[in-house]
């Protein structure tokens, strides 16, 4: 599995979603990472399904939607309907998680858990043979722009360790730059979301290829 570069929508003009999208797929970014936040389990709202409907008629690349909501289940058809490709929710918000889990293959959407900085990743254990990706936050999640955790990279090493090869996707969000990529990577990241560091640079062709030259790749 080669690494994958995910920008993430929230650091783009939101005057001009179709235009950012268009042009972060011109520097070819592999999937658009899509942070969707309630205003409960994150101190943040952002967007829901009926925008996410829309920005999909404007985006070639696969979605991958971020739930940071305390009821993910209640979004899960809608962002089905609207050609998501695949989601996380946080292990935090899902009491019940094999049904969530179940719920988001029955819609035709790959699986993922996304894990707070302060969630250990051996809470996934039981969860492992659930899933298509893991979803490791390397910040507080709920905003763009905030500096990178460094224990984040020991903690893709270990979950790694548990889940063995890469037939599991190991996702990494929050303060992703240059100055990490190659460190997730050789941990075991295979993609990347990058917010600021991509929608932050004024050519994000240039800051898309400078992430890729960091990466480890198998
Ligand atoms: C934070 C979001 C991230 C965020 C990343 O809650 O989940 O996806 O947009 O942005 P940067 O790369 O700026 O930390
Ligand atoms: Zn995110």
Partial sequence: MTVRIAPSLLSADFSKLADEIADIERGGADMLHLDIM?????????????????????????????????????LLPQLA????ARVAVHVETCV????????IREL????????????????????????????????????????FIPESVSRVARLRAMLGDDAIDITVDGGV?????HALTAAGAKTLVAGTSVFGASDRNLAIAA????????
């Fill in 81 to 84: 309907e609207a050609g998501v």
């Fill in 177 to 181: 730059d240059t100055s990490n990529a």
């Fill in 108 to 147: 035709g959407m790959e699986r993922g858990v996304a894990l707070n900085p302060a969630s250990p990743v051996e809470s996934l254990a039981g969860a492992v043979p659930w899933l298509e990706f893991v979803l490791v936050m390397s910040v507080n999640p709920g905003f763009g722009g905030q500096g």
């Fill in 96 to 103: 019940h998680l094999h049904r969530t889990l179940s719920n």
């Fill in 38 to 74: 309630d205003g409960h389990f994150v101190p943040n709202l952002t967007f829901g399904p009926p925008v996410v409907a829309r920005l999909a008629t404007h985006c070639r690349i696969p979605l991958d939607a971020h739930l940071m909501v305390d009821d993910p289940d209640a």
């Fill in 211 to 218: 992430l890729r030259r960091c990466v480890l790749e198998d």
